[in-house]
């Protein structure tokens, strides 16, 4: 199952987390509950989604990794054409594995990640689709991961991840691509420790946030938020809620002066809202009794339809279920989805005003074989 990164289960074992709250009662009544919806898997092996993005309601595309028989990781592709999901080819001779995804429109997708061309020694972070096939795009060499990916237009387009090019410790990573070539864009670290980026969403060419977390002085993981103003990446502080451990896993916007980021704080969930002038914590509800609740994307359809998406940790087994919430103008509010198999979390969630709803894609494990299959879940857009 999907594990953020190290400080996952520094959270877990913190000595001091924030009070579990009991799940509001009218999300156990909600009229539109989340419905699992049939995507294939590409080999016997493990599969899972990673990242989700939508161009229209019968074009979104849905990216992650597959094992074959030998357990070598690969790259997967999935498309979503209205009716059916279905897998298309990734470029052939790659290892490795695709975290995120962004839509410029049907004929001009990018996905990244962290990549091997086979034989050739060489790393590549990206892969673009040019609406008949997806090619091989490499981006400036060095050790680098991609986590996110948000686009403005086909000639500004932004990544952020986390580089090991100083040593062991990890920094932010930012590229951007300009419509020729993919090229490293100063960032700040928040510390000397662990600094690295997990989310983007942009408003506009000048307003662009970044999302993640960074290791303090005292070995503990807080929030990190990073903004760009058409000239430069600055550091904007964020509070880390009442939890020893946090992060922020993703970002999305609705204007310049409502932006939404979300991860956890403790045990719990965390969501964030950025006013046009600070960043502050919004309450939003954790199951009593679990272990870790993460939540891992976020999507706007609109201002009162935003959706967040992650995993609930059972509090006895530590085994995840997924776990969707929504922001419906005035709070937040857990709804059902279908958590199959032993164990299931969703990674990534998109949205938007002509996407009839929102999608949120991820992996369960099997009871039986204990090989993991991808997820893709649906929820209708609201009517109010």
Same mark, same amino acid.
């Not at 096939?133 to 795009?137: F, I, P, Q």
């Not at 990190?224 to 760009?228: I, Q, R, T």
């Not at 451990?245 to 993703?250: K, P, V």
């Given at each position: 199952m999907k594990v953020s990164k190290a400080r996952v289960l520094a959270c877990v074992t913190a000595a001091a987390l924030p009070p579990l709250l009991l799940a509001p009662t009218a999300a156990q009544a909600h009229d539109r509950p989340w419905t699992k919806v049939p995507s294939p898997d590409a080999s016997p092996g493990n599969n899972l989604l990673a990242s989700v993005a939508s161009v229209s309601a !019968?074009? *979104?595309w849905a990216v992650g990794s597959a094992d074959d028989a030998n357990g070598n990781t690969h790259t997967l592709t999935e498309h979503w054409n209205g009716t059916a999901w279905t897998i298309v080819p990734s470029p052939t001779g790659l290892t490795g594995t695709l975290s995120a995804v962004a839509t410029v429109s049907s004929r001009d997708v990018w996905a990244a990640g962290s990549i091997l061309l086979s034989g050739r020694g060489k790393t590549a972070q990206f892969e673009h689709w040019n609406g008949s096939?997806? !090619?091989? *795009?490499q981006g400036p060499a060095g050790p680098f991961t991609v986590h996110a990916l948000t686009a403005v237009s086909s000639r500004d387009i932004w990544a952020v991840g986390s580089s090991l090019a100083g040593g062991t410790t990890a920094r932010t990573l930012i590229e951007h691509f300009d419509g020729h070539t993919w090229s490293v864009v100063p960032s700040p670290d928040a510390s000397t420790g662990n600094n690295l980026l997990s989310g983007v969403a942009a408003v506009s060419s000048s307003d662009v946030w970044a999302v993640g977390d960074f290791q303090n002085a005292s070995n503990a993981f807080q929030t990190?938020?990073?903004?760009?103003d058409g000239t430069a990446w600055s550091v904007v502080p964020s509070p880390s809620g009442a939890g020893i451990?946090?992060?922020?896993?993703?970002v999305a916007a609705v204007s310049?002066?409502?932006v939404w980021a979300v991860g956890n704080s403790g045990s719990g969930t965390l969501t964030e809202r950025w006013n046009g002038t600070s960043w502050n914590v919004v309450p939003s509800p954790t199951l009593a009794g679990t272990l870790f609740n993460p939540l891992f994307g976020v999507a706007i359809i609109s201002g009162s339809e935003i959706w967040a998406v992650g995993e609930s940790q059972n509090g006895t087994t530590g085994s995840p279920t997924t776990l969707t919430e929504e922001w419906n103008g005035h709070e937040w509010e857990m709804v059902p989805s279908p958590s199959p198999g032993s164990a299931a979390t969703l990674s990534a969630a998109s949205a938007g005003p002509s996407t009839e709803g929102a999608w949120a894609v991820g992996n369960f494990?099997?009871?039986v074989t204990g090989a993991q299959h991808t997820l893709t879940e649906f929820n209708t857009k609201s009517t109010r």
């Open positions: !019968r074009d *979104v096939k997806w !090619r091989v *795009v990190l938020a990073e903004h760009w451990q946090a992060g922020l896993n993703a310049s002066h409502d494990t099997d009871p």
